[in-house]
Nanobody, 121 residues
Framework: QLHIVESGGGLVQPGGSLRLSCAIS????????IGWFRQAPGKEREGVAC????????DYADSVKGRFTISRDDAKNTVYLQMNSLKPEDAAVYFC??????????????WGRGTQVTVSS
């Protein structure tokens, strides 16, 4: 059973930056694309960014393109989300999820507890 731990969230002012980490243990990540998702109060969970199993392909929601960057370090079983130019509407609990191979692949029901991002002055 894979175990997912997200970290790196916090309170940041608009325009600020945060780097989220997603540490995954209990198995190899070779077969998984990894996505970052977020859920704000009263809203559904939405996909934010994704990196393919090979690391050669990434995908971003339109709302974060040019501001967020996803990367993976398979040697550390960790995926990162660099978030720059943060906006109040980016505030949410951020989760990472596993898909089969590519960012359009099957989304597994493995979730961590998430990490809270608050953007406020």
């Amino acid at each position: 059973q894979l175990h997912i731990v997200e970290s790196g969230g916090g309170l940041v002012q608009p325009g600020g930056s945060l780097r989220l980490s997603c540490a995954i243990s209990g198995g190899t990540l070779d077969y998984y694309a990894i996505g970052w998702f977020r859920q704000a109060p009263g809203k559904e969970r939405e996909g934010v960014a994704c990196v393919s199993s090979s690391g050669g392909s990434t995908d971003y929601a339109d709302s974060v393109k040019g501001r967020f960057t996803i990367s993976r370090d398979d040697a550390k079983n960790t995926v990162y989300l660099q978030m720059n130019s943060l906006k109040p509407e980016d505030a949410a609990v951020y989760f990472c999820g596993l898909r089969d191979y590519v960012c359009s692949g099957y989304l597994h029901d493995y979730w961590g507890r998430g990490t809270q991002v608050t953007v406020s002055s």
